[in-house]
């Protein structure tokens, strides 16, 4: 007997196959969801959960709107060709067809309507979300201030709000363009449209009527578009630069002004065809359209270009160029209240008196090239190969001894790919780097041989309570918090605060020292909850059936600081290089932020080599956000250091409790901000060019700039062409600005004439000018062009040339052959009157553990070049004499056999310390760190006799110095004295 379903059998079995499918749709969503909920609860720990909100809300907001301002205009049109259709349909060969589309939808007409029009709405609305930033700056942007030479409006209006209605205006185009397709189809469907009836019955006039009316509004729409084009002349890129030049103005404006009017035209002549039989109309409207919208909008100004403007480009396009001129300076911050120009009245030579009055320049040259200088610091102080550090060091200054001198440094961050496969290891054991390496970036004493290792201000692993680190006491910061939760390449995640505590470091007798994590980073993942979450999110059961994680665990992700900032503020633009601070017993990471667009009038688009996020895709740029990362708490602070920038304010208005005004930022943090490399990147491959402020000069190009090249080669290599070698880095060092009276820390580029192929300098190889950028507090932020006489000063390319030549160097890379020889980083120094180039000197053996380690210095001033096994003996072979640069002079000839003797130079006054200086010296009786120690308090007792004035008395207590190091080098038995290593050994 068959049983037969009743009503709530088969309502019970429709019932289970929904729950089924909900479950089956919620496991593949599962991972979306989590990461939904888990990106909530981080933005929410972080104190930014309204950057959450109104990011996910204008992005809802925007999908909804315009999902249902494309529903509603597709469903309108089709419920109208419904309306319309014809109560009859004739028999025609595609009736059958038709026949079967309605016997399947029968009564459904209306859902099927409703369906199509909600199917497309939503992915028509679905792709508006990318918008969201546009409508957030159309919506909180101001005023720029400026007006726009063209059109006399306000430079707001093309940043802020054309962007947004060119969209709008875009998307009911392209939403027209599919509904007139659409509604055809319906037509077609519903017997409006035959395509097998007579040429005159194929179109019933109530279809013709609506197809008509739409394609009549698409001509309006083409109209408007056509007037909104008119203001994009602004950043036309059609000539050889950004802007409305003369051809735009001339041609390309009046044709889209006559577009726009054949256009509206069109749209008339559209909606006359309702009244007339056939489609006549309509094809002389869109043929007009064609025609017109090629020749006069394409064709016309190409020809009109290459015939009248080009021939004559200096004289027809001066005008417009100037616009170029002064929009691009402006939008790069290179306009006249933004560069200070210096002229420097350059002599030949150096003399002795220059280098004593510049000795806080000359003692803070850099020696130590950052790329180069990381090997010996990995080396040195990984300690463990779960650590690592940058492969290039960052450069900042720091007080030391009552000075501000300039230091290499880097952080022991977590190396991932050391750590072994096990997931406790990986995210529970091994979670965070430890400490920083800093080192002086100058030249930092005598040379006991041939080379120098680094002289480290912060070394060493482990309890920094315990003295295990050692920090020089000579440095004014101390480090209460070493470890570094939030790093450069930290991937993955970390659960702190576990059942088990983490490896805080090991020893050097291996044995592991554990921490436990107190700080406030990282999201608590107590509940079942959150730790399903989690599992889900990191696709990996652990973060939930593991017994490490118990209520008070917290987990770390998005770690890395780039991609910290980059979640908050995708709509701002980050520097490529971050760099570590020491401030507050604790370390913090600086990342240089920019806000940019390409809607700039007039200015031109960035073509340029720099790296990272400053790459191009602009034509306007300001550094308004320094955005600071606690490395242990993982705390992000971004504070507006541009209150004058209008694009930063329409963001503030937009997230109010993202930023943090630059007033706040705490003075031992604002001592160590730098100008940052990839602006002033930028702004220098700009300025090469935009130096010329005249129109007709500047397209000549005659007085072009290039940035001066820097070859980095192997010194042993053959000379290649230095303008393959690119363009000199920017480079952080200790300067005097001309006219200022003491030495600050700036970041500096030069320049040369442009000529030769591809914007080679090497046909003119001379100095132009330099480039700098304050960093100091007082003066953040201010550029300084210092411009030189021509013809006077020799460029880089071209003293690297005679650098090798000079048979001090050729002669040293014979007695090193078989090792590496290659040259560090070049630096300018501005002196007085004159300029000196300083470059050191790097050798790696042809050992598998070698590092490149420094050796020698070289100087150059004018026609003189000097290597030394220091900065004092390079300055002292170029001046010719004895310099006061520094204290750690080498002897001379004279002063190295009174050294030998124990001898002292006439004198025998005591010095402010209370040092006899009648007594000789007696190096017998001391071992060499004694000896060492003794030159070292020598030289410190002279830096504080020529302080006071004490001239006869530094010198004396410096041969002394020299004496007791020469001591040391006899009882080692070296002819170049004693090695770092040597001295280690000894200690």
């Given at each position: 007997?068959?049983?037969?379903?009743?009503?709530?059998?088969?309502r019970?079995?429709?019932?289970?196959?929904?729950?089924?499918?909900?479950?089956?749709?919620?496991?593949?969503?599962?991972?979306?969801?989590?990461?939904f909920?888990?990106?909530?609860?981080w933005?929410?720990?972080?104190?930014?959960?309204?950057?959450?909100?109104?990011?996910?809300?204008?992005?809802?907001?925007?999908?909804?709107v315009?999902?249902?301002?494309?529903?509603?205009?597709?469903?309108?049109?089709?419920?109208?060709?419904?309306?319309?259709?014809?109560?009859?349909?004739?028999?025609?060969?595609?009736?059958?067809?038709?026949?079967?589309?309605?016997?399947?939808?029968?009564?459904?007409a209306?859902?099927?309507?409703?369906?199509?029009?909600?199917?497309?709405?939503?992915?028509?609305?679905?792709?508006t979300?990318?918008?969201?930033?546009?409508w957030?700056?159309?919506?909180?942007?101001?005023d720029?201030?400026?007006?726009?030479?063209?059109f006399?409006?306000?430079?707001?209006?093309?940043?802020?709000?054309?962007?947004?209605?060119?969209?709008?205006?875009?998307?009911?185009?392209?939403?027209?363009?599919?509904?007139?397709?659409?509604?055809?189809?319906?037509?077609?469907?519903?017997?409006?449209?035959?395509?097998?009836?007579?040429?005159?019955?194929?179109?019933?006039?109530?279809?013709?009527f609506?197809?008509?009316?739409?394609?009549?509004?698409?001509?309006?729409?083409r109209?408007?578009?056509y007037?909104?084009?008119?203001?994009?002349?602004?950043?036309?890129t059609?000539?050889?630069y950004?802007?409305?030049?003369?051809?735009?103005?001339?041609?390309?404006?009046?044709?889209?002004e006559?577009?726009?009017?054949?256009?509206?035209?069109?749209?008339?002549?559209?909606?006359?065809n309702v009244?007339?039989?056939?489609?006549?109309?309509?094809?002389?409207?869109?043929?007009?359209?064609?025609?017109?919208?090629?020749?006069i909008?394409?064709?016309?100004?190409?020809?009109?270009?290459?015939?009248r403007?080009?021939?004559?480009?200096?004289?027809?396009?001066?005008?417009?160029?100037?616009?170029?001129?002064?929009?691009?300076?402006?939008?790069y911050?290179?306009?006249?209240?933004?560069?200070?120009?210096?002229?420097?009245?350059?002599?030949?030579?150096?003399?002795?008196?220059?280098?004593?009055?510049y000795?806080?320049v000359?003692?803070?040259?850099?020696v130590?090239?950052?790329?180069?200088?990381?090997?010996e610091?990995?080396?040195?102080?990984?300690?463990?190969?779960?650590?690592?550090?940058?492969?290039?060091?960052?450069?900042?200054?720091?007080?030391?001894?009552?000075?501000?001198?300039?230091?290499?440094?880097?952080?022991?961050?977590?190396?991932?790919?050391?750590?072994?496969?096990?997931?406790?290891?990986?995210?529970?054991?091994?979670?965070?780097?430890?400490?920083v390496?800093?080192?002086?970036a100058?030249?930092?004493?005598p040379?006991?041989?041939?080379?120098?290792?680094?002289?480290?201000?912060?070394?060493?692993?482990?309890?920094?309570?315990?003295?295990?680190?050692?920090?020089?006491?000579?440095?004014?910061?101390?480090?209460?918090?070493?470890?570094?939760?939030?790093?450069?390449?930290?991937?993955?995640?970390?659960?702190?605060a576990?059942?088990?505590?983490?490896?805080?470091?090991?020893?050097?007798?291996?044995?592991?020292?554990?921490?436990?994590?107190?700080?406030?980073?990282?999201?608590?993942?107590g509940?079942?909850?959150?730790?399903?979450?989690?599992?889900?999110?990191f696709?990996e059961p652990d973060?939930?059936i593991?017994?490490?994680?118990?209520?008070?665990?917290?987990?770390?992700?998005?770690?890395?600081?780039?991609?910290?900032?980059?979640?908050?503020?995708?709509?701002?633009?980050?520097?490529?290089?971050?760099?570590?601070?020491?401030?507050?017993?604790?370390?913090?990471?600086?990342?240089?932020?920019?806000?940019?667009?390409?809607?700039?009038?007039?200015?031109?688009?960035?073509?340029?080599?720099?790296?990272?996020?400053?790459?191009?895709?602009?034509?306007?740029?300001?550094?308004?956000?320094?955005?600071?990362?606690?490395?242990?708490?993982?705390?992000?602070?971004?504070?507006?250091?541009?209150?004058?920038?209008?694009?930063?304010?329409?963001?503030?208005?937009?997230?109010?409790?993202?930023?943090?005004?630059?007033d706040?930022?705490?003075?031992?943090?604002?001592?160590?901000?730098?100008?940052?490399?990839?602006?002033?990147?930028?702004?220098?491959?700009?300025?090469?060019?935009?130096?010329?402020?005249?129109?007709?000069?500047?397209i000549?190009?005659?007085?072009?700039?290039?940035v001066a090249?820097?070859?980095?080669?192997?010194?042993?290599?053959?000379?290649?062409?230095a303008?393959?070698?690119?363009?000199?880095?920017?480079?952080?060092?200790?300067?005097?600005?001309?006219?200022?009276?003491?030495?600050?820390?700036?970041?500096?580029?030069?320049?040369v004439?442009?000529?030769?192929?591809?914007?080679?300098?090497?046909?003119?190889?001379?100095?132009?000018?330099?480039?700098?950028?304050?960093?100091?507090?007082?003066?953040?932020?201010?550029?300084?062009?210092?411009?030189?006489?021509?013809?006077?000063?020799?460029?880089?390319?071209?003293?690297?040339?005679?650098?090798?030549?000079?048979?001090?160097?050729?002669?040293?890379?014979?007695?090193?052959?078989?090792?590496?020889?290659?040259?560090?980083e070049m630096?300018?120094?501005?002196?007085?009157?004159?300029?000196?180039?300083?470059?050191?000197?790097?050798?790696?053996?042809?050992?598998?553990?070698?590092?490149?380690e420094?050796?020698?210095?070289?100087?150059?001033?004018?026609?003189?070049?000097?290597?030394?096994?220091?900065?004092d003996?390079?300055?002292?072979?170029?001046?010719?004499?004895?310099?006061?640069?520094?204290?750690?002079?080498?002897?001379?000839?004279?002063?190295?056999?009174?050294?030998?003797?124990?001898?002292?130079?006439?004198?025998?006054?005591?010095?402010?310390?209370?040092?006899?200086?009648?007594?000789?010296?007696d190096?017998?009786g001391?071992?060499?760190?004694?000896?060492?120690?003794?030159?070292?308090?020598?030289?410190?007792?002279?830096?504080?006799?020529?302080?006071?004035?004490?001239?006869e008395?530094?010198?004396?207590?410096?041969?002394?110095?020299?004496?007791?190091?020469?001591?040391?080098?006899?009882?080692?038995?070296?002819?170049?004295?004693p090695?770092?290593?040597?001295?280690?050994?000894?200690?």
């Amino acid at each position: 007997m068959r049983t037969l379903r009743t009503p709530r059998t088969s309502r019970l079995r429709i019932v289970a196959l929904v729950v089924v499918a909900a479950l089956f749709v919620l496991f593949l969503s599962a991972n979306g969801v989590a990461s939904f909920y888990t990106d909530w609860l981080w933005y929410d720990n972080l104190g930014f959960g309204q950057v959450w909100t109104t990011t996910l809300g204008t992005r809802l907001l925007l999908a909804a709107v315009f999902s249902l301002l494309f529903f509603a205009l597709l469903w309108g049109n089709l419920f109208l060709a419904d309306r319309i259709k014809p109560e009859f349909r004739p028999d025609s060969p595609e009736e059958d067809l038709v026949e079967r589309y309605h016997a399947v939808v029968g009564t459904h007409a209306g859902k099927v309507r409703f369906g199509v029009a909600a199917l497309f709405g939503l992915i028509a609305g679905a792709n508006t979300s990318a918008q969201w930033q546009t409508w957030l700056l159309f919506r909180n942007g101001g005023d720029f201030g400026i007006t726009d030479p063209q059109f006399g409006r306000d430079v707001g209006f093309y940043v802020f709000r054309l962007p947004f209605w060119t969209f709008v205006v875009d998307w009911f185009f392209a939403a027209l363009v599919l509904t007139l397709i659409v509604v055809a189809v319906a037509h077609y469907l519903n017997g409006g449209i035959r395509a097998a009836a007579a040429s005159s019955e194929r179109v019933t006039p109530a279809a013709k009527f609506h197809i008509s009316i739409l394609l009549a509004v698409l001509a309006l729409l083409r109209a408007a578009a056509y007037y909104i084009d008119r203001f994009h002349l602004v950043t036309s890129t059609r000539g050889a630069y950004d802007g409305a030049l003369a051809t735009d103005v001339n041609i390309q404006l009046p044709a889209l002004e006559l577009l726009a009017l054949i256009s509206l035209f069109c749209a008339a002549l559209f909606v006359a065809n309702v009244r007339r039989a056939g489609w006549g109309l309509p094809a002389v409207a869109i043929g007009i359209w064609l025609v017109s919208h090629f020749v006069i909008g394409g064709i016309f100004p190409l020809a009109y270009q290459r015939i009248r403007i080009e021939p004559e480009q200096s004289e027809r396009e001066a005008e417009f160029v100037e616009r170029n001129i002064e929009a691009t300076r402006f939008a790069y911050g290179l306009d006249e209240s933004s560069v200070q120009s210096v002229q420097f009245d350059y002599e030949r030579g150096l003399n002795a008196e220059e280098v004593t009055e510049y000795a806080d320049v000359l003692n803070n040259v850099p020696v130590v090239d950052p790329d180069l200088a990381s090997e010996e610091v990995t080396r040195n102080e990984a300690a463990r190969q779960f650590y690592q550090f940058s492969p290039t060091l960052d450069v900042d200054r720091y007080e030391i001894g009552g000075e501000t001198r300039p230091v290499v440094l880097s952080v022991r961050g977590l190396n991932d790919g050391a750590i072994d496969e096990s997931w406790e290891r990986e995210h529970v054991i091994f979670t965070h780097g430890n400490g920083v390496a800093m080192a002086k970036a100058y030249d930092s004493g005598p040379v006991l041989g041939e080379s120098r290792a680094l002289d480290f201000l912060i070394s060493g692993l482990g309890n920094v309570e315990q003295g295990d680190v050692d920090i020089e006491d000579d440095l004014d910061l101390s480090l209460d918090q070493p470890r570094i939760y939030y790093g450069e390449d930290f991937g993955g995640y970390a659960i702190v605060a576990a059942q088990r505590d983490e490896l805080d470091f090991q020893t050097a007798t291996n044995e592991s020292v554990e921490y436990r994590y107190t700080g406030e980073g990282g999201v608590p993942m107590g509940s079942l909850t959150r730790r399903l979450a989690f599992s889900l999110r990191f696709r990996e059961p652990d973060p939930l059936i593991s017994r490490n994680v118990i209520d008070d665990s917290r987990v770390i992700y998005n770690r890395d600081i780039e991609d910290r900032v980059r979640l908050l503020a995708p709509f701002l633009r980050f520097d490529q290089n971050p760099y570590p601070v020491l401030v507050d017993g604790g370390v913090f990471w600086v990342i240089d932020a920019y806000t940019t667009t390409s809607d700039f009038p007039y200015s031109q688009s960035v073509q340029t080599g720099v790296g990272g996020q400053l790459g191009g895709g602009y034509n306007y740029v300001r550094n308004s956000v320094k955005a600071v990362v606690d490395a242990y708490n993982g705390e992000v602070t971004m504070y507006v250091i541009d209150e004058d920038d209008p694009v930063i304010a329409a963001w503030s208005e937009a997230f109010p409790d993202l930023f943090t005004s630059g007033d706040e930022i705490p003075d031992s943090l604002r001592e160590h901000l730098r100008y940052p490399e990839d602006i002033f990147t930028v702004q220098t491959d700009m300025w090469s060019s935009y130096v010329v402020g005249n129109a007709r000069q500047f397209i000549e190009g005659a007085l072009a700039w290039s940035v001066a090249t820097q070859p980095r080669i192997e010194a042993g290599e053959q000379e290649i062409d230095a303008a393959a070698a690119g363009s000199m880095r920017p480079q952080y060092l200790m300067a005097r600005v001309p006219g200022e009276d003491e030495s600050e820390f700036v970041l500096q580029r030069a320049f040369v004439p442009r000529g030769g192929s591809g914007g080679s300098s090497t046909e003119r190889p001379e100095l132009t000018g330099i480039m700098m950028a304050r960093s100091d507090p007082e003066n953040y932020g201010q550029l300084v062009m210092v411009r030189l006489p021509g013809g006077v000063v020799a460029a880089p390319n071209l003293v690297h040339s005679e650098i090798r030549k000079s048979e001090d160097l050729t002669e040293f890379i014979r007695e090193k052959a078989g090792a590496r020889v290659e040259f560090g980083e070049m630096s300018v120094v501005l002196l007085d009157d004159t300029i000196v180039y300083v470059r050191p000197v790097y050798v790696e053996s042809n050992s598998a553990t070698a590092v490149p380690e420094l050796q020698r210095v070289i100087a150059v001033n004018d026609n003189r070049i000097f290597m030394g096994r220091s900065i004092d003996e390079a300055i002292q072979g170029i001046v010719g004499a004895p310099s006061a640069a520094s204290t750690a002079t080498d002897a001379t000839t004279d002063d190295a056999a009174a050294a030998e003797d124990g001898a002292a130079t006439d004198g025998g006054a005591t010095t402010d310390e209370g040092t006899d200086t009648d007594t000789p010296f007696d190096p017998s009786g001391l071992s060499v760190v004694e000896l060492i120690a003794e030159a070292d308090g020598f030289f410190e007792e002279a830096d504080r006799a020529e302080r006071n004035g004490l001239e006869e008395e530094a010198a004396e207590l410096r041969a002394r110095g020299r004496a007791a190091l020469q001591a040391a080098q006899e009882l080692l038995g070296g002819q170049g004295g004693p090695t770092s290593s040597q001295v280690s050994a000894e200690t």
